[in-house]
């Protein structure tokens, strides 16, 4: 029987991208067929209806570009999930403000970014002028969603998406382009179970039983999304000690046993998130801040932002 040239190229071309992904530093890259979110787009209204976004704006405009990648890339016939591990090999002192392990490091958009625009143009190197983006938590894309139907992991309770092997801590990236690839057999099963332990353990209540997040009860919400002068009185109690951001849904899941540290050079921790104390925060003046966090994440809260949310370590 003879080959079919159109198949050959397209496992050639699959086989080239997921080779590709490991040479940019990406631990996981999964492929799905670009097409309409359907069920996913009737999730994403009901939550919104709810207000469990809270005062995200941003998450009710281009409702339909996040649910068909199809209006993002025109002629889109393909969407590759890439992970890239955060986990750090290091800890914040004990008793300090407490920041979400993801910002210990350099801003994971720049970082990203650049290697999602590296690998587009290693593919036209290789393949041709194909039409793609790339785009890492910045745009009307549903990443987990994508991750899950390109068979690499579950939405867990907590809204994260969880591998196997090595948990939770990962960042997701995501390229729709028109080129034709072979898709992976999506993540059918789910592997929290009955453990019910980010639901008990979130200080604020923000997870519910019936796997929706109230984005706008989230710690992290607070700390970082809400742009308010003061933090709301009912929730300040509930905080213990972050300031940036939250882990506590991730930090009690077991499936994050098996979590390794990240070998991405960027992501290694500032010593200033891992060891100043309270007095270290209240002491840095905002010229001081700019200079030591200009390429952290912490810069989207600002000094005003970071300085807002030590009120609740003062209080």
Not at 32 to 57: C, I, N, P, S, V
Not at 159 to 177: D, E, P, Q, W, Y
Not at 233 to 242: M, N, V
Request: charged residues 25%; contains cysteine.
């Amino acid at each position: 029987m003879p080959t079919n040239r159109h198949q050959l190229n397209r496992r050639e071309h699959t086989n080239f991208i997921k080779q590709l992904s490991t040479q940019f530093g990406f631990d996981y890259c999964g492929i799905a067929k670009a097409e309409r979110l359907g069920d996913d787009a009737k999730r994403l209204e009901q939550w919104l209806a709810k207000g469990f976004h809270g005062t995200m704006q941003y998450m009710e405009r281009y409702f339909d570009l996040r649910t068909d990648p199809r209006l993002l890339v025109p002629g889109a016939k393909s969407v590759i999930s890439l992970l890239m591990n955060y986990y750090p090999s290091a800890a914040q002192e004990p008793g300090i403000p407490k920041v979400s392990k993801y910002a210990w490091g350099k801003d994971y958009h720049e970082v990203i970014r650049k290697k999602l625009n590296a690998f587009l143009g290693k593919i036209r190197e290789e393949i041709g002028d194909i039409n793609g983006r790339g785009f890492v938590d910045s745009a009307p894309v549903l990443e987990r969603s994508w991750a899950k139907r390109s068979g690499l992991g579950w939405v867990g309770k907590n809204g994260n998406l969880i591998t196997k092997k090595n948990g939770s801590f990962f960042f997701i990236a995501t390229i729709v382009c028109d080129l034709d690839l072979e898709p992976d057999p999506p993540f059918s099963t789910d592997h929290c179970g009955s453990c019910t332990r980010c639901i008990d353990a979130c200080p604020t209540d923000a997870i519910l039983p019936n796997r929706e997040i109230q984005g706008n009860q989230c710690i992290s919400y607070y700390t970082i999304e809400l742009k308010e002068a003061l933090l709301p009185a009912s929730a300040r109690d509930t905080f213990q000690d972050w300031m940036f951001g939250c882990d506590v849904c991730q930090d009690v899941c077991p499936w994050n046993r098996f979590s390794k540290p990240t070998k991405e050079p960027a992501f290694e921790p500032l010593q200033e998130i891992l060891q100043f104390s309270l007095a270290n925060w209240q002491a840095i003046t905002e010229e001081r801040f700019r200079q030591i966090f200009k390429d952290s994440p912490l810069k989207r809260a600002g000094f005003r932002g970071i300085m807002r949310n030590l009120e609740v370590h003062r209080s």
